[in-house]
C-alpha cells in the first residue's frame, strides 16, 4: 500500500504533466484531467491489482479500468505513464498526428492500457457491463472499474447499463461519477437539473457510496471499502464528488477549463502550484 503522501506526491506531477501536455498542443481537457487526478492517481497506485509489464487487451486475472468520459485522456495518459505502461517521453506526442496519445483515447493506437475508444460520452458503463460479466463466465475473480462525468449522466445509453448490471446481478463492477458539477456548457444544474443522484443509483438496485475525490486518505478508504461490499449480486457505484480543475487556483470550479488551455503565463502559474516530484517527461 502507497502512503497518503506518496500518493500527493504523485498527484503533483501528473498535475504538471496534463498542463503542459495541453499547453504545448494548445487543446485538451484541463478541467475534468484535474479534478479526477487524485482519483486516478490512487486507483492505478494503490488499488487496482494489474501488471503494466504484461498488460494485454483480455486482462485475464487483472483488474480493468474503463475511462469513459474519455475527454479527459490527459490525466489517464500521465497516469498510464508514470504506472510504467509506455515511456513517459511519449506524453510529448499528446494530439499530434501519428501519436498513440489522441485527444480521445481509441484502440487503433494500441497504445497499452487503453481496452476500449472512449469520447463519444455514455458507452463505457456498458463496455464496463460486458467485462464483468466476461470475468464471471471466466471464474476471474479480478474487478471492473469504470469512471463517467455528471453530465455524460445525460446519455440515455448510461440507464440501459444501470439496468442492466442490476438485473444481471453484476456484483464484480465498481462504477464511479466524477460529480464536479460542471459539464460543456455550464453548472450541471443550470443545463440539466437532474437532482440527487444517490436515490436514483439506488432505485436502480446499485450499493451507493459517496466520497471527496480530492481527498487521497478517503479515497483509498472508500475504494477499499467498495471493493469489500462486491460479491453481493449488485453492481456498487461512487459519488465522487471533485472541484473542476483542483489544484490550479485559477481553474478550480468553473466550466470554462473544460476544454481550454493555458496561455504560456497561465501554465507558469499552473507549474509554481504543482511541485516537480518525479521529473517532468
Ligand atoms: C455523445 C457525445 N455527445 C456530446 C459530446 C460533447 N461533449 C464532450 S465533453 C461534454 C461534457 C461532458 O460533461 P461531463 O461528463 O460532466 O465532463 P466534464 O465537463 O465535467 O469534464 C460534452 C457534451 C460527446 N463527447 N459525446
Ligand atoms: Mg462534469
Redesign the pocket.
Known amino acids: 500500500m502507497s502512503t497518503t503522501q506518496d500518493l500527493q506526491n504523485f498527484t503533483s506531477q501528473v498535475r504538471r504533466d496534463i498542463v503542459r501536455m495541453v499547453h504545448a498542443v494548445q487543446s485538451g481537457?484541463p478541467?475534468?484531467s484535474l479534478g479526477c487526478t487524485e482519483f486516478l492517481v490512487t486507483l492505478y497506485q494503490d488499488v487496482l491489482q494489474h501488471n503494466p509489464k504484461t498488460w494485454d487487451m483480455n486482462g485475464k486475472n487483472q483488474d480493468l479500468f474503463f475511462l469513459s468520459?474519455g475527454?479527459?485522456s490527459p490525466v489517464w495518459y500521465s497516469v498510464l505513464a508514470r504506472s510504467g505502461y509506455f515511456n513517459v517521453s511519449e506524453l510529448a506526442t499528446f494530439r499530434k498526428l501519428d501519436s498513440r496519445l489522441q485527444g480521445h483515447p481509441t484502440t487503433h493506437e494500441h497504445l497499452p492500457g487503453v481496452r476500449i475508444a472512449s469520447?463519444?460520452?455514455?458507452q463505457g458503463l456498458s463496455a464496463a457491463c460486458g467485462a464483468a460479466l466476461a470475468k464471471k463466465m471466466n471464474n476471474d475473480s479480478n474487478h471492473i472499474y469504470v469512471l463517467m462525468?455528471?453530465?455524460?449522466l445525460q446519455?440515455g445509453q448510461v440507464w440501459e447499463a444501470a439496468m442492466f448490471a442490476a438485473a444481471k446481478k453484476i456484483d464484480n463492477l465498481i462504477a464511479t461519477i466524477?460529480l464536479?458539477g460542471?459539464?460543456?456548457d455550464g453548472s450541471?444544474k443550470d443545463v440539466l437539473d437532474t437532482g440527487e443522484w444517490k436515490p436514483k443509483w439506488e432505485a436502480f438496485g446499485w450499493i451507493v457510496l459517496e466520497m471527496n475525490g480530492n481527498d487521497i486518505a478517503e479515497l483509498q478508504s472508500t475504494l477499499n471499502k467498495a471493493k469489500s461490499l462486491s460479491g453481493n449480486e449488485k453492481p456498487v457505484m461512487i459519488l465522487m464528488k471533485t472541484i473542476?480543475g483542483n489544484g490550479v487556483d485559477f481553474m478550480m470550479g468553473s466550466?470554462k477549463w473544460?476544454g481550454i488551455p493555458p496561455n504560456d503565463e497561465q501554465l507558469q502559474n499552473a507549474l509554481s502550484q504543482n511541485a516537480e516530484t518525479l521529473g517532468d517527461y
Not at 119 to 122: N, P, T, Y
Not at 149 to 152: A, F, K, R, W
Request: aromatic residues 0%; negative net charge; without cysteine.
Open positions: 481537457h478541467g475534468g468520459n475527454h479527459i469520447g463519444s460520452l455514455g462525468g455528471d453530465g455524460e446519455e466524477d464536479n460542471q459539464q460543456i450541471t473542476m466550466h473544460h
